[in-house]
């Protein structure tokens, strides 16, 4: 697509189940973003993929959060266990990772709820 | 850690007024980027800024990065309700991870 894609759009859960949200990112850009966000608020750093290197993971709010890009394309967030504090907007950004000035396209994001 | 203090957290204005933003860090950045975003939507970039000192004007709206790349401002000029949105800078870093303001929520009256 010409776009980033991003699912579930919505996805409510109870507290104590995992969930995965899923990124599809714009063919052909390297980098990849995960950023959440609460309600109104700007955007909190989770994770960060450049082309093979090591993900950048100092965003990560705990270990019950994890995230894996399988062949440099489509990305999974997945939290375990989850807690009512992980509502929030799921953001994923894909971009050419040009040095100094990346330029990111975001995905429409994924809300969850944990009741 | 890198911060971004954006300011003001919200912004409320009659269509016509005026208003800038700011956003400040006590780091360096490699470049300095403004986003908007509309609800249920994720942010849109509007502009890039690279350079100290470096004024871009898109249409209605002037954005200037700090001589020392820690600072920006994004002026407006007679806003309009079309203008509404939360607007977010980010900053850049020379391995591409962007840091975000908490953002700054603006809303133009008719």
């Known amino acids: 697509g010409a776009g980033v894609s991003q699912s579930p759009s919505n996805k409510v859960t109870e507290k104590g189940k995992d969930v995965e949200l899923r990124c599809d990112p714009i063919s052909g850009h390297t980098a990849l973003y995960w950023y959440r966000q609460s309600l109104g608020q700007g955007l909190e750093f989770l994770i960060y993929f450049q082309g093979n290197s090591a993900p950048d993971k100092s965003g990560l709010p705990s270990d019950r959060f994890s995230a894996e890009r399988t062949g440099g394309s489509v990305s999974t967030l997945t939290i375990q266990r989850t807690q009512q504090e992980d509502s929030a907007v799921y953001l994923c950004?894909?971009?050419?990772?040009?040095?100094?000035?990346?330029?990111?396209?975001f995905g429409a994001g994924s809300r969850l709820t944990v009741l | 850690t890198q911060l971004l203090e954006q300011s003001p957290q919200f912004l409320s204005i009659q269509e016509g007024e005026n208003l800038t933003v700011y956003c400040n860090s006590s780091?360096?950045?490699?470049?300095l980027q403004w986003y908007r975003q509309e609800p249920g939507e994720g942010p849109v970039l509007l502009v890039t800024v690279v350079t100290g000192g470096e004024v871009k004007k898109l249409k209605r709206l002037t954005f200037q990065f700090g001589d020392a790349r820690k600072d920006s401002s994004l002026h407006i000029t007679a806003a309009q309700p079309g203008d509404t949105g939360l607007y977010l800078c980010?900053?850049?870093?020379?391995?591409?991870?962007?840091?975000f303001g908490q953002g700054t929520i603006l809303t133009v009256h008719p």
């Open positions: 980010a900053g850049g870093t020379s391995y591409g991870k962007l840091t």
């Open positions: 950004a894909s971009s050419l990772d040009l040095p100094g000035a990346n330029v990111l396209t």
């Open positions: 780091s360096v950045f490699s470049s």
